[in-house]
């Protein structure tokens, strides 16, 4: 689907509804402002289409037919393929979900297509056209960096979420309550992915940052670094996070040993207390001719008193060493 | 055995069924075009021959003559040797199965042959033949390309059959159906192995992507930027899956240890739930003479009221506290 | 709020009290030395005013505004902005509190913002004032030693924190007093976020000890090369102290189950120091009819005797075998 | 011990018996083809001897009269010194031999002195001899290439044998042999071991097949890369065995968990076959006056069938939930 | 306190005695050989007294007064400041004791320092006075090279003590002799600081060999090629002990979970072993009128046969099985 089509001169959005894409195209060709071209979920037909018009790279056009791709930044002589992990941190599920934002920047041209959950670029569109008319001006590449920024932006609330189950699995794992091991592994598991969405992005970022590529614009190159400063630290925090998963993971196993330790203790002394007056009774119960005690009147209560002083006694004793 | 023998000129193949071997080196030597030969497990004794018609460098031609080669690019003056492992993921037996590939490119020849259980060629070069036709008039360097393209491809199913493990041993460990230990050492072998045949490829696929050979015709470089691209996404996914696997392991361990405890409260709770009617039992097997209720007619099946009464008072508290 | 606004000339301040923002940028335009503005958890107003007044960096500024920045140093042309985590050990919570301390260094001016807990510069102003005037004479770039010198110097006391409860853990876990795992995992967790606070400084302090920015006066490199020195000791302590941390941890667990072991074996041993007397007291009370020792008139007495020393003896040999 | 002195011209030996040093010293000076004297666990005297008459350099004299070096490469102007880690694989014992081979490489002479468990360097010789006169014209990098050649292919077995091992050990570990921990152990510590003597040589090895020294004929040049790729293949198997070694050993610690929750189980099965039976006495050692399946003639014999059918009854619920 | 101040020239001692600083001073600046100043312990007075003398650079000077530097090689112009740590270990204890030396080299002077438990450098200039006065020729750098061979030296012997006790430790666990956890935590901590004491030097090492440092005379270089070669393997020594000393930690855990398998099943054995006969004793205890076996004379002793014999045949069937 074809989201929105519109053309930019001097930074200013030159029509109200969307244009088509052959006008687009001429746009594009002619030099005059550029055009930013929006697609959500495209079909190999609108895909070959806008990639037609444009003359977009062909085995771009083909990876960005296909999901699952690896983030990356490929420069095409004129021309530039952007593939974007974004991310989404379901909060009940405590997942992340990934979608993908493949951006194709080419002289008079910015082609963007979203799949999965990618966060719309309706945000970032939006922001370029009120708040950085300056940056627009500067060319399509403004459009690049609105998208990495935004894409970026939304890295944040995913390791912060994270953070948070980090803090409530501490509390579970020390507060006692036992058995957060599958918790643990399902974090560490989105850590990783999420770390596999970001990390490969830091090499380009650098790059653009350096000015490596000529086309971008020297004025968004301190644009750019901001993103890729903010892109190193998110990823530098996931790295933390995998880090403090693994250390959890291993202080639950110690725990757990610890709470078998206080369990196989409390069995313990329960059985103790439980063994001696049957061993009492096991006494009273032997066929000694010549066993006084049986005979008296009050010998049965005495017996039944100590049967039940001598459990409690134990109770306390082990209260006090720490095993009940 | 030669599977197949053809001459090549401006990409298209110039006859039905193949050429015996010294016809080829003939036209390979003409400059005219290139040819491609097609070895199946050749013997030594093939191997000689081919290595002798089209020059093969020496050392390279022993390489090939053995198996369980470590994956590399080689160039020599004018031509290249490229090892490649070829990998199969048997559903079945939950095993990657190795093959190789080892493939002679030189000026106006290429001689590829393959050991083990290599995916055969007949694929890659019909692609090639039919799809790529403006790629093969680029010269023998497409062969290359095709089935290096072919090899990581291949590649892909390997990886997906992994995770498919991974998340069916997730769903075993967490689901309470013990001892995947096996099961998960085995899967994290699998990609160890795994990652020692791809990631050796790594360094040579960067430098196919950044024109490091100039023998590689310019408009190729996309081309291997693509497979460069596809082997390090893989690569990186089976990273992550030697390291869930370590994860898995670590939990797992977590998890047997929970269980031990489960059982050891199940095993206890039920001891003391034997425990309480023995000690009544005991109580009135005592031989005092003084035991009223022993006397008393109902005094006998009070007690074995007694008896079944507390066992299942015990076993309501230790479902309550969770034991049983 | 401004704490203070200083205009230097050969290293010497000026005036006494504080200058306002306007006088400051106007002495650090007329090229006569420099001025020196300390904030202290500024609001975006007077961030704004300040970044009016000297014409700071637009994206600086804004980093300036938020916290939780990751360290680092960004070259403007003409001017410098660094991010830099300060920290503070508190012995009680056995807690490391970081604040952050951003500094604007542009040709005449040094702007310096504290967030958080950051140590009060006052001291770095005042040993700059009066130990270093030499260094004030080499410009603005003192104010960015004297600042990272204070920081760096103010990891010291942390990483010493951090020794001392390492050396009260191992005391603890070895000394027999279990389950320190929580300990142990803060402890670490508090190393893996210093690593995170100082390791993206180790770059930056590296450049400038090589002199990569050539405003950098020449006679200022070897105290930058102390500060990279200084913070270069404290990272690779802190790295120590990680690898230590594992290694407790792993101890831990070791010792956890060592103790299992021992309660096991002391539990195991009264259980048979209790059987036994048991067995001896269910044989006697067998009905045998021709069971001679029952008629006997010190029959009981003597088992009694026996049911008493049997037990004696085990305990006894428990001891010897360590299992009590 | 001098164990052979020949002269080579053109690659053919000039004589049968051995030369004395002096005369191949002379013949190394005179530019005629040029001389290999081969040392076996040299007496400092014999050093001394060669080392005077070659004009070997000193330090490297020094470094080849103490065993335990670090496999290295150094270059001296005009010469070598190459220090070799040989390895052998005692199947018996299951351990890594190692012995070291130092090489002295000059204009015209080639020295090389074994130590400790050494392969002898006959075969290597030989080969040269026989096989590849061809590299011997080369001149005397060629005895360089020859023993490298050797060192590095007697790393293959080695492996191998510890793959054998690693095997063995799977097997064990999983099929219920338990207590590998020792050997898994020991094989990790020759994995190590291993690794050091190979991969200090990797670098030195990388830089003879890029041709960083002039002095390596260009015509040799593939035959290390020849060597190099081994060696780095060897390295990277020996690699992955570490790692799987690591794997192993995490894996047996969760088989001991299983194994140990299986011997808990099944003790407690057999607790409950005979707690049954005795709480079964017990309820008829009561001493109730009305009992009256006491005096029931078949009441005994009844009594004896339930306690054993209650045990069989047990015995076989407990093989159906697998504790038994 | 000023241990020696000397004056060479051409290699030679020009006096007996000691020098006063401020000759030694006059010697420097004249040019004609060196003088080589060695202070113990130095308090501040004495080092200012020196740094003032020899003009040595400031914050070297200020390093040199405080202890727990790291070790590291500053090049100031026209000299060199070095912090070596120096290493001892103690048999007795199991620890490495750590000391340092400070030297400054400069034109015409050396100025060494030590702290805490450095080995004496009495032997390194008595060696260099006697066996390498041609080196002393070249130079003040003879002595940098002198005090670095002797460091570098003493710390052989700490890693030979440190393979020893894991030796030791290997036999100690495998052995059965439990819980060495205490041990093996401590050597792992004795040999991370043992690698942060040398690794840092290996870059300056590397350098000064590699000629980056055009004061050191050319022919000085294959002498502290050899001391940079002597610390690699030192280094790459103590990095091996970490990974195994590790791996023991591994090892040791799982050794104490077979030990407590092995404690719970000799500890279950003993438990059946009482059970039968105890079980036995009450079937006669029950009082069923009609069992016969109770009123045969030879009853009671054929059932105290009984519970004799079948603990004998439970304890041979354990041994068979081997759990006692």
């Not at 291993?250 to 040993?257: D, Q």
């Amino acid at each position: 689907m074809i989201v929105d089509c519109a053309h930019y001169r001097e930074g200013v959005r030159q029509h109200e509804g969307a244009l088509d894409v052959g006008q687009a195209a001429e746009h594009a060709r002619s030099g005059d402002g550029f055009v930013w071209v929006g697609l959500l979920h495209p079909t190999d037909e609108e895909l070959r289409q806008v990639a037609d018009a444009f003359d977009l790279p062909e085995l771009a056009v083909e990876d960005a037919g296909r999901e699952h791709q690896r983030p990356k930044l490929e420069a095409y002589d004129g021309s530039f393929f952007l593939v974007l992990k974004t991310s989404r941190y379901d909060q009940e599920e405590e997942r992340v979900h990934f979608g993908e934002i493949d951006l194709f920047l080419g002289s008079g041209y910015a082609v963007s297509a979203r799949h999965g959950e990618a966060s719309p670029l309706t945000g970032a569109r939006k922001r370029l056209q009120e708040e950085h008319q300056h940056l627009m001006k500067a060319g399509v590449a403004a459009v690049g960096w609105a998208i990495l920024d935004q894409v970026v932006d939304d890295y944040e609330p995913v390791v912060a979420g994270i953070e948070d189950d980090i803090e409530e699995v501490e509390q579970e794992i020390f507060g006692g309550g036992l058995d957060s091991t599958q918790r643990i592994y399902f974090l560490k598991r989105e850590v990783i992915e999420f770390h596999r969405a970001i990390s490969p992005l830091l090499v380009p970022l650098a790059l653009l940052e350096r000015g490596a590529y000529p086309q971008i614009p020297e004025e968004l190159r301190p644009f750019f670094r901001d993103v890729a400063d903010h892109a190193r630290r998110v990823d530098a925090q996931a790295m933390s996070q995998r880090e403090l998963l693994t250390s959890i993971l291993e202080a639950n196993l110690a725990l757990v040993s610890v709470h078998q330790n206080e369990v196989v203790q409390a069995i313990s002394a329960w059985a103790a207390i439980i063994a001696v007056p049957t061993f009492l009774a096991s006494i009273w119960g032997m066929n000694f001719v010549h066993m006084p005690e049986l005979k008296l009147v009050f010998g049965y209560p005495f017996a039944l008193t100590g049967m039940l002083v001598s459990p409690l006694l134990l109770h306390r004793f082990f209260k006090r060493i720490g095993w009940l």
